[in-house]
């Protein structure tokens, strides 16, 4: 049977939603809709109170596609109106879609800049002129606790157990995905410190590389020993992790509207509930971990004045 690792990057789309209207977040949310056009007069304090409808289109990094599904799809439909369509895959292969006309996309939630800076710049299309970097969250090596080299994983040294004959280790594509590449710059790194080829022959092995949207399923079902996650699907997916002790890994979460998106007010309205204290409290409580401040990159010009202040 051909391994499922080589074949292209899979995605998943979801629609969810089910809720009731939104109090004063979306004040924030009409105002950010300036940046397509001004409301009429009178018409921000109507929007306030106002129940949407229709969908916005997240392309979102493989790695929230639990807490995209559990947590912040009813959430955001809960608090807005708005539903979500969610197209979860690897963020590099996300941009790569968004760039080659493959999916259309209202907001790019991705889990690295250098996703976002693929589509920057008028060689690359445009279509992301300013992002907002806003969380974080750690590469781990997570793993099921009734697992065969459950007991050495949570004693021994990472490194060193997942070197064990027959232990079969799950990571994602570094051509994809970022946490693939990560994933990659800690075997390496690890493997220089302790002097242990076979840590860098993992990063070799095709058999080791899995879809994203793939990897915690695998896990789950027996089929891995162990896979390099990051913390916060850890946590969405209730398995236990360890660290990667003398390696320092992690992702940073971005946001972008992307240009000429097909829904702009949901869109806005979207990053506005997603950058809320209701919101960071709900992603805190499923293991995403907020930056003090949103950290914006590309050109100011392009982003509403709502939002600068936000970001200061």
Do not use: C
Request: net charge positive.
């Amino acid at each position: 049977m051909a391994n499922p690792s080589r074949g292209p990057t899979r995605t998943r789309i979801r629609v969810r939603g089910a809720g009731t209207a939104l109090g004063a977040l979306l004040v924030a949310a009409g105002s950010l809709v300036a940046v397509v056009g001004p409301p009429p007069a009178g018409a921000a304090a109507r929007h306030a109170a106002a129940k949407h409808s229709g969908a916005v289109i997240v392309l979102t990094a493989g790695s929230l596609e639990t807490i995209m599904k559990t947590a912040v799809e009813p959430g955001f439909h809960k608090a807005t109106g708005y539903t979500v369509t969610d197209i979860s895959g690897g963020s590099t292969g996300l941009a790569q879609d968004i760039k080659g006309g493959i999916h259309r996309a209202d907001v790019f939630w991705s889990a690295a800049p250098t996703s976002d800076r693929l589509l920057m710049g008028a060689k690359n299309g445009n279509w992301v002129t300013w992002y907002l970097t806003f969380a974080t969250t750690s590469l781990v090596l997570g793993y099921e606790p009734k697992d065969r080299f459950a007991s050495a994983i949570r004693h021994g040294p990472w490194w060193k157990v997942v070197t064990e004959p027959g232990f079969r280790i799950g990571r994602t594509n570094p051509a994809t995905d970022p946490k693939g590449r990560l994933t990659v710059d800690a075997l390496r790194k690890a493997a220089r410190q302790h002097e242990v080829a076979a840590l860098a022959a993992i990063v070799e092995d095709k058999a080791t590389v899995f879809t994203e949207t793939s990897l915690v399923g695998r896990l789950q079902a027996g089929q891995l020993d162990a896979g390099f996650f990051y913390a916060v699907e850890a946590a969405a997916a209730h398995f236990p992790t360890v660290p990667l002790a003398g390696v320092a890994e992690k992702a940073d979460y971005t946001l972008t509207v992307v240009a000429n998106a097909p829904h702009p007010a949901a869109a806005y309205a979207f990053v506005a509930w997603l950058l809320s204290p209701t919101a960071k409290r709900l992603l805190a409580a499923h293991g995403l971990d907020e930056l003090g401040k949103p950290v914006l990159a590309g050109k100011k010009s392009e982003v509403p004045a709502s939002m600068k202040k936000v970001v200061g």
